[in-house]
């Protein structure tokens, strides 16, 4: 795939990513889902959350294993207090940082 | 209350999309960052933001790009990784006003992003302007396509220790979002994040599964199970 122009490869993603966007929208037959799976849907970005964080935030940071791991604690404790996304993140990544140098 | 326009205007939509502009923005930083490591050049790495606006989704793409997987595997994976949308598609769909269509149909289409849809969904209205929905997608489209820009620009001038510890950018978005959602929704949000988190390392360092495939079974399953157990409300 790296032969290719990464002109290319960025399109090929973008139709990836719209494919399921648009479907639903011009789609009829996803209305009719059972309550079940409108639950299941429901719970999907939460779901998503956990596999997002774990395992790459060690995995990233390796060999300093705790590195991210501090970064995202900071970030959700913050952020429960404060209510501030771009602050938490701010502190993460001085957290991380820090970590990362001693 | 309901009008033929539907609820709530283009500025009120974009003030709602400022935390997500600025999430998307530190967010973005990170991807130009990575996109200017692995060696796609400037203008690339804007066009993905531009025509991606995928989060998450994009730092996957590119990890399965710089993995040199086939450009098959690549679709497949992006399509599964963006599988969601499919859902949260149906969900907003039922909330927009009716007269949402045409090009502006396109437009919400284009701009269904996890964070997008949250904000969308907590108005609790079942018919949401298409003002509105363009504000929330500009504020947040401002933010990613910017953040992108302006990271992929620091990478020239951050020392490497600064530069890999905004790589915890993405992380502390996603720690953030449920630190808002454990607030709301108390320790269940916690218990069907854990076990997606377990179950996605557990793929991923003992039996060596693809990253974008052990997602999307992490996904699919904790989600399924936590609808099981969880019958009460909602």
Same mark, same amino acid.
């Given at each position: 795939?790296?032969?290719?122009?990464?002109? #290319?490869?960025?399109?090929?993603?973008?139709?990836?990513?719209?494919?399921?966007?648009?479907?639903?929208?011009?789609?009829?037959? #996803?209305?009719?889902?059972?309550?079940?799976?409108?639950?299941?849907?429901?719970?999907?970005?939460?779901?998503?959350?956990?596999?997002?964080?774990?395992?790459?935030?060690?995995?990233?940071?390796?060999?300093?294993?705790?590195?991210?791991?501090?970064?995202?604690?900071?970030?959700?404790?913050?952020?429960?207090?404060?209510?501030?996304?771009?602050?938490?993140?701010?502190?993460?990544?001085?957290?991380?940082?820090?970590?990362?140098?001693? | 209350?309901?009008?033929?326009?539907?609820?709530?205007?283009?500025?009120?939509?974009? &003030?709602?999309?400022?935390?997500?502009?600025? !999430? *998307?923005?530190?967010?973005?930083?990170?991807?130009?960052?990575?996109?200017?490591?692995?060696?796609?050049? %400037?203008?690339?790495?804007?066009? *993905?933001?531009?025509? $991606?606006?995928?989060?998450?989704? &994009? =730092?996957?793409?590119? $990890?399965?790009?710089?993995?040199?997987?086939?450009?098959?595997?690549?679709?497949?994976?992006?399509?599964?990784?963006?599988?969601? *949308?499919?859902?949260?598609?149906?969900?907003?769909?039922?909330?927009?006003?009716?007269?949402?269509?045409?090009?502006?149909?396109?437009?919400?289409?284009?701009?269904?992003?996890?964070?997008? =849809?949250?904000?969308?969904?907590?108005? $609790?209205?079942? $018919?949401?302007? =298409?003002?509105?929905?363009?504000?929330?997608?500009?504020?947040?489209?401002?933010?990613?396509?910017?953040?992108?820009?302006? !990271?992929?620009?620091? !990478?020239?001038?951050?020392?490497?220790?600064? &530069?890999?510890?905004?790589?915890?950018?993405? *992380?502390?978005? %996603?720690? /953030?979002?449920? /630190?808002?959602?454990?607030?709301?929704? !108390?320790?269940?949000?916690?218990?069907?994040?854990?076990?997606?988190?377990?179950?996605?390392?557990?793929?991923?360092?003992?039996?060596? %599964?693809?990253?974008?495939?052990?997602?999307?079974?992490?996904?699919?399953?904790?989600?399924?199970?936590?609808?099981?157990?969880?019958?009460?409300?909602?």
């Amino acid at each position: 795939m790296k032969s290719l122009p990464l002109f #290319l490869i960025v399109i090929v993603a973008s139709v990836a990513t719209m494919i399921p966007r648009f479907i639903p929208f011009y789609l009829s037959f #996803l209305n009719k889902v059972p309550p079940f799976i409108k639950k299941c849907m429901s719970l999907l970005p939460v779901a998503a959350i956990g596999a997002l964080i774990f395992p790459f935030t060690i995995l990233d940071f390796l060999p300093v294993w705790y590195a991210g791991l501090l970064g995202i604690i900071a970030a959700f404790v913050v952020n429960y207090y404060k209510q501030s996304m771009l602050l938490s993140i701010v502190i993460s990544v001085i957290v991380t940082y820090i970590a990362l140098l001693v | 209350m309901k009008k033929n326009v539907g609820d709530f205007s283009y500025r009120e939509g974009f &003030q709602d999309g400022i935390p997500i502009l600025l !999430g *998307y923005f530190s967010t973005a930083i990170a991807f130009g960052l990575i996109c200017r490591n692995i060696g796609i050049p %400037f203008f690339e790495s804007c066009l *993905y933001s531009l025509t $991606n606006f995928a989060g998450a989704g &994009q =730092f996957l793409a590119i $990890n399965l790009f710089a993995s040199g997987a086939l450009l098959f595997e690549y679709f497949i994976g992006i399509n599964l990784i963006n599988l969601r *949308y499919l859902f949260m598609g149906v969900a907003l769909r039922t909330n927009l006003s009716k007269d949402v269509k045409g090009i502006k149909k396109v437009i919400v289409a284009f701009g269904v992003t996890d964070e997008i =849809f949250t904000v969308a969904s907590m108005k $609790n209205s079942d $018919n949401l302007s =298409f003002n509105y929905m363009a504000g929330l997608i500009t504020s947040s489209y401002i933010g990613w396509n910017s953040g992108t820009a302006i !990271g992929f620009m620091m !990478g020239m001038i951050l020392p490497k220790a600064l &530069q890999m510890a905004a790589g915890v950018t993405l *992380y502390a978005m %996603f720690s /953030s979002l449920l /630190s808002v959602e454990f607030k709301n929704k !108390g320790a269940k949000v916690l218990l069907i994040a854990g076990f997606s988190a377990a179950i996605n390392s557990f793929l991923i360092l003992v039996l060596s %599964f693809p990253s974008g495939w052990s997602f999307v079974i992490s996904m699919v399953s904790s989600a399924f199970i936590g609808a099981l157990f969880m019958k009460e409300e909602n």
